[in-house]
């Protein structure tokens, strides 16, 4: 973890923005997995980490902003807990960690809110995204289940936020490191890349280096030679010829700090001229979208700046036609581009998706559309700097999409549905890097990491 003063600070800044009230914080605990002791790795809630810095399950954490006090709620450890997992430090020491010197025992965590409730105090809590925290907050807040998620603090979610998506010198070191082991990542991945191995055996050998840096992947490996299947995971299907593999894989750090990178590769190291003519469409339109990021431009705009060289792209290739802005701004792209351009990254790869989309990466002007390609735009408003975040344009040749469209002839006048044919088994292809807005305009995280045709191909492989 940072030192203390970091999450002192973090947590009297977001005192400020609250006003009044006590603050929840639930840290997440052990899941079972197939029975309560053989537990799902452990990931801590992202929004604890950065308040408190504590990694470790079983842990709450009470903010009385009226009377300006920090409770560490936990257990202490008991014999057989050092028994079974050897000597653990005291609550005491847990919380000094994070500069709070008051502890109370778990069972005491209703008691202490319920307290406060009956003074009349506001409780604010963040919109919880586990069913254990769901029925705990339910039960000590004595409202229905399907109701805790929508009573959420919007005052709290709005100040951690506000927190939250500029990332500090601190953090973007750390970014830039998980950045740093997702490349070596990518590079494993198309060096191993070839006939007669599995997909499953490539993806075990980049998981295996994100946990051999010290932490762990950031999210499912995809590695997949069905690309057009956006978050597509590993089978046990043997690579061929000829074939494009999309990999979209990246580590967090021992802090929990993510990378997050795309890259697509032949099996067999040399693209086809069709795979070639398709992955330089992508590579066009990532270059030019990440060229216009600075502050003050909404990524919603850079999201159909990247869409109109996509568009572009296609009508050379012969797949679309018409006017280039109309066929973006009626979604024609939309049938070989499904999803957004990028998302917000840090503590969690869709950084803070679980605070709500709409608060993270909108705003009062910029409102998340319903419509299909954009509902899955995460980010959309103004760009500021600090923001860290993805750019990851891609094509997407989806037989069941194609074949709906053209049996209901729709946009027709920029799809030329006769020349598609041919793509139906192209899969699909995808180039993501990370960047940081700065005050002049933007930063790539981590080194550059091979992404032209040639380099790609230069690549030796295993
Ligand atoms: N890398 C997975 C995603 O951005 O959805
Ligand atoms: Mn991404």
Same mark, same amino acid.
């Not at 008051?102 to 406060?116: N, Y």
């Not at 923001?387 to 094509?395: A, C, D, Q, S």
């Given at each position: 973890m940072f030192s203390f003063d970091v999450y002192k600070e973090r947590r009297n800044k977001l005192k400020k923005a609250v006003g009044s009230g006590l603050i929840l914080f639930l840290g997440n605990e052990e899941i079972g997995m197939n029975y309560r002791d053989n537990t799902y790795h452990f990931r801590q809630d992202s929004s604890f980490l950065y308040f408190f810095g504590l990694d470790k399950p079983g842990l709450a954490a009470i903010i009385n902003v009226d009377e300006d006090t920090e409770i560490i709620i936990g257990n202490e450890p008991t014999i057989d807990d050092i028994v079974?997992?050897?000597?653990?430090?005291? =609550?005491?020491?847990?919380?000094? %960690?994070?500069?709070?010197?008051? !502890?109370?025992?778990?069972?005491?965590?209703?008691? #202490?809110?319920?307290?406060?409730?009956?003074?009349? %105090? &506001?409780?604010? +809590? /963040? @919109?919880? +995204?586990?069913s254990d925290a769901i029925i705990k907050l339910g039960s000590i807040l004595e409202i229905p289940n399907i109701e805790v998620k929508e009573r959420a603090s919007v005052k709290l979610i709005k100040a951690v936020i506000a927190q939250r998506a500029y990332k500090s010198a601190i953090e973007v070191a750390e970014i830039d490191r998980a950045v740093n082991i997702s490349n070596e990542m990518h590079l494993a991945a198309i060096r191993y890349s070839k006939e007669n191995v599995t997909e499953k055996y490539v993806a075990g050998i980049i998981e295996g280096l994100a946990l051999s840096a010290g932490g762990n992947i950031a999210y499912p490996v995809i590695y997949t030679v069905n690309g057009q299947t956006l978050h597509n995971h590993p089978t046990s299907d043997i690579l061929k010829k000829g074939q494009l593999v999309l990999c979209d894989c990246g580590a967090e750090t021992a802090m929990h700090y993510a990378g997050d990178l795309t890259r697509t590769f032949p099996v067999d190291?040399?693209?086809?001229? #069709? %795979?070639?003519? !398709? +992955?330089?469409? !992508? #590579?066009?339109?990532?270059?030019?979208?990440?060229?216009? #990021?600075? @502050?003050?431009?909404?990524? /919603?705009?850079v999201h159909k700046f990247a869409c109109e060289h996509l568009v572009d792209g296609l009508k050379q290739l012969g797949l679309m036609k018409g006017d280039v802005k109309d066929a973006v701004s009626e979604g024609a792209h939309t049938l070989f581009f499904q999803c957004g351009l990028g998302h917000m990254m840090g503590l969690d790869v869709h950084d803070m998706e679980d605070l709500g989309e709409q608060y993270v990466g909108y705003s009062e002007g910029v409102i998340k559309s319903k419509d299909f390609g954009l509902k899955s735009l995460r980010l959309g408003r103004e760009l500021e700097?600090?923001? !860290? =975040? &993805?750019?990851? @344009?891609? =094509?997407y040749f989806i037989p069941e999409l194609i074949d709906m469209w053209k049996a209901e002839g729709k946009l027709k006048d920029f799809i030329n549905y006769d020349k598609l044919d041919a793509f139906r088994d192209f899969g699909g292809a995808r180039i993501e890097e990370n960047f940081l807005i700065t005050e002049s305009g933007h930063q790539l995280l981590g080194e550059p990491l091979i992404k032209s045709v040639s380099d790609i191909e230069g690549l030796s492989r295993l």
């Open positions: 079974w997992m050897g000597t653990q430090p005291s =609550l005491t020491d847990i919380a000094a %960690q994070t500069g709070i010197s008051k !502890v109370a025992a778990s069972d005491s965590f209703g008691t #202490l809110i319920k307290k406060s409730m009956s003074s009349g %105090q &506001t409780i604010h +809590y /963040l @919109p919880p +995204y586990r190291q040399k693209f086809t001229s #069709l %795979q070639k003519e !398709v +992955y330089e469409i !992508v #590579l066009k339109a990532e270059q030019a979208a990440v060229v216009a #990021l600075k @502050p003050g431009i909404r990524f /919603l705009d700097a600090g923001f !860290v =975040l &993805t750019v990851e @344009p891609g =094509l």
